[in-house]
């Protein structure tokens, strides 16, 4: 019961985490997507001569997926490809400003555009191959990748707001056009401020925002794992049974 609890708060959090910040983000990560997607689809299919070059890096990026043995090492493998580029893609986040995650998604997009492309190149049943190849363990894969993409870029922006309140204190700028009762004031005497308002005062929450790590972990363990492991469930075992 009591773990039961703690899932049930952990999961409250999680909603509220994504309501209050990764909501903003996530529509970026799914346009990135499909940018990436729709654009090399095109780009492929008026240069066909380039797909085998690009096919070649996507190769060698997955050279430690192995399509063949038994279904649950190919589903261990998958989980494990797919958590390790997972975390590669939120740790890109603590470079601030630069939202670096969301290259990922438009990676992403962008080889599943090289794949519809080879494949209508070759005289395959596009449809066909999106609807049992691609979208059961897509379906859970895509979403991950989304939030994972969307984690990161909040991740990011939050790194922005330390690097700048770390330069205000530096520069000494943190306190111009405050009120007496800012979280600082070295010129005067005054009295402590209550912890309550150290917690709440704009330049303390700036500078060491609260939970930004607890909600990048709690994030990639309920949400993200989850996903990522259904995905690879369903790759391993389900899907080379579909034609």
Request: charge should be positive; glycine fraction near 8%.
């Given at each position: ?62 050279k430690d997926v ?129 912890l309550e308002f ?46």
């Open positions: 019961m009591a773990t039961e609890g703690l899932l049930k708060r952990l999961y409250r959090e999680e909603l509220a985490a994504w309501r209050d910040h990764y909501r903003r983000y996530f529509k970026y990560a799914a346009r990135a997507l499909g940018l990436g997607f729709v654009g090399h689809f095109f780009l492929f299919s008026l240069w066909p001569s380039g797909e085998q070059k690009a096919l070649d890096l996507v190769v060698n990026a997955l192995r399509l063949e043995g038994p279904a649950p090492l190919l589903a261990l493998t998958l989980f494990y490809n797919n958590v390790r580029a997972s975390v590669v893609a939120v740790a890109a986040g603590i470079v601030p400003f630069l939202f670096l995650p969301i290259l990922d998604a438009f990676i992403n997009g962008g080889v599943l555009g090289l794949v519809v492309s080879i494949s209508r190149h070759q005289g395959l049943d596009v449809p066909q191959l999106v609807l049992t190849q691609i979208l059961p363990h897509g379906v859970f894969e895509l979403t991950a990748l989304i939030y994972t993409t969307s984690v990161g870029m909040y991740l990011s922006a939050e790194m922005g707001k330390k690097a700048v309140a770390a330069w205000k204190r530096r520069s000494g700028t943190s306190t111009q056009g405050t009120s007496p009762h800012a979280c600082q004031a070295p010129n005067h005497q005054a009295p402590a401020a209550p150290q917690e709440t005062c704009p330049e303390r929450l700036a500078a060491n925002p609260p939970g930004l790590a607890r909600n990048v972990v709690r994030s990639f363990v309920l949400v993200v794992l989850p996903l990522l492991l259904v995905a690879a469930a369903i790759e391993g075992f389900i899907t080379p049974h579909l034609r």
